[in-house]
T-cell receptor, first 115, second 114 residues
Framework: GAVVSQHPSWVICKSGTSVKIECRSLDFQATTMFWYRQFPKQSLMLMATSNEGSKATYEQGVEKDKFLINHASLTLSTLTVTSAHPEDSSFYIC???????????FGDGTRLSIL | AQSVAQPEDQVNVAEGNPLTVKCTYSVSGNPYLFWYVQYPNRGLQFLLKYITGDNLVKGSYGFEAEFNKSQTSFHLKKPSALVSDSALYFCAVRVNFGNEKLTFGTGTRLTIIP
């Protein structure tokens, strides 16, 4: 149980394009999902908390106009990297938890490479 | 502010020997503590958590961790290491109220030597 699916797993695109990453909770409803960014050989950094039906809460230093988050249903949150540039290349990971206080369960991540 | 320290970037253990991956934390209030494991190009897999109660918690794949309030530590342990335990391990903390923001340590790469 508590499976989180993330798609795509790997994407390469040209500078200036926008990329959408999907995060789905497959066997539970998730009112809250989390988006992280992980640089090579570094820890996870929380980018934003995604709340179903409301605006996401962004961490300090994360550009909300750059990283658009939509949580339109209880099983789907999307992260769109707008006008992506090479410095946006990274490993993006989402997570969700079954209920408040329960552990977060993570997707397998999306490797984004901007040329 | 909350923080997690994993003092060892790399831990090497011979197969069959006991292993320990260290974690200390700092948080205002009572902590919720977690261990996760990450394999190459994958997300994180939940191993175990401490919320309250018994200081020794048991998790997946034979791992356990001991919560020590006085030392603010939550070290991950396993009595007998397997080669398949080789991976990147993250300790994480959050407070037991308010938002659910997890703060992760920098990770410890565990290598089990056959």
């Amino acid at each position: 149980g508590a499976v989180v699916s993330q798609h795509p797993s790997w994407v390469i695109c040209k500078s200036g394009t926008s990329v959408k990453i999907e995060c789905r909770s497959l066997d539970f409803q998730a009112t809250t999902m989390f988006w992280y960014r992980q640089f090579p050989k570094q820890s996870l950094m929380l980018m934003a908390t995604s709340n179903e039906g409301s605006k996401a809460t962004y961490e300090q230093g994360v550009e909300k106009d750059k990283f658009l988050i939509n949580h339109a249903s209880l099983t789907l949150s999307t992260l769109t990297v707008t006008s992506a540039h090479p410095e946006d290349s990274s490993f993006y990971i989402c997570s969700a938890r079954v209920a408040a206080g329960q552990p977060q369960h993570f997707g397998d991540g999306t490797r984004l490479s901007i040329l | 502010a909350q923080s997690v320290a994993q003092p060892e970037d790399q831990v090497n253990v011979a197969e069959g020997n006991p292993l320990t991956v260290k974690c200390t934390y700092s948080v205002s209030g009572n902590p919720y503590l977690f261990w996760y494991v990450q394999y190459p190009n994958r997300g994180l897999q939940f191993l175990l958590k401490y919320i309250t109660g018994d200081n020794l918690v048991k998790g997946s794949y034979g791992f356990e961790a001991e919560f020590n309030k006085s030392q603010t530590s939550f070290h991950l342990k396993k009595p007998s290491a397997l080669v398949s335990d080789s991976a990147l391990y993250f300790c994480a903390v959050r407070v037991n109220f308010g938002n659910e923001k997890l703060t992760f340590g920098t990770g410890t790469r565990l290598t089990i030597i056959p």
